[in-house]
């Protein structure tokens, strides 16, 4: 009976995992929304801004760190941030949010980010593992030595070579890279320091705009 259920829920549980994806985007375009209204109606916190930078700094260090990291689709990455967890990026985008939540101090904001990661980012996360452990027969060995999600407090010492080569030939064989800025640039992760810097200027200065603009009116 185990068996059976888990076989019919595949499917549901795939077809739900492609408009995961679908979502992301305008989840995202809807958290910034939300993000913006809030902005709007609720003062500035000085304090809460700095406590969040604690949360948003290190999310934006882990995300650039993993760009400039990762080959995607190009070899199993196992160095720099995927030698202590498995999803440096999404760990780094969650600590950004979360960062924000702070900097606002919006429950309907911290809601929003909980269901969207629990909702959309759990399922992308299983679909990309099944993609890896397809590719590279040793992926199950690096789940072993390396944790999902919450990081590893030492890096894993993984043996290039050993089950870790690619299945097939347009994925190149694992290497021991550092990290490379090209790469960096090359996933745009630049944006992700832009955004962050104009999420903090309209927390800034998008409530006191309007009360600026009435007073100089006056």
């Not at 080959?71 to 160095?79: A, D, I, P, S, W």
């Not at 309907?108 to 909702?119: D, I, K, N, Q």
Request: with cysteine; aromatic share 12%.
């Amino acid at each position: 009976m185990t068996s059976r259920s888990s076989e019919s829920k595949a499917p549901s549980m795939r077809r739900w995992e492609k408009v995961a994806r679908r979502l992301r985007v305008p989840l995202g375009f809807l958290t910034a929304a939300l993000y913006l209204f809030q902005c709007a109606r609720r003062p500035p916190h000085p304090a809460a801004i700095t406590w969040s930078l604690a949360l948003v700094l290190p999310g934006l260090l882990l995300r650039g760190a993993a760009s400039g990291t990762v080959r995607k689709n190009r070899e199993l990455t196992v160095t720099g941030p995927y030698a202590y967890t498995r999803n440096p990026l999404y760990l780094g985008s969650l600590l950004i949010a979360a960062g924000f939540v702070v900097a606002l101090l919006s429950w309907p904001l911290a809601l929003l980010v909980a269901a969207g990661f629990a909702v959309i980012y759990v399922p992308v996360i299983a679909s990309e593992e099944r993609y890896l452990s397809a590719a590279f027969p040793g992926f199950e060995a690096y789940c072993r030595s390396v944790p999902r999600f919450l990081p590893r407090l030492t890096p894993a010492k993984l043996a290039f070579g050993n089950g870790l080569e690619p299945v097939s030939q347009p994925v190149t064989q694992v290497t021991d890279s550092g990290f490379s800025f090209t790469l960096y640039l090359q996933h745009r992760e630049y944006n992700a320091a832009l955004g962050a810097a104009l999420l903090y200027l309209s927390l800034l200065y998008l409530r006191p705009l309007p009360a600026i603009i009435m007073h100089r009116a006056e």
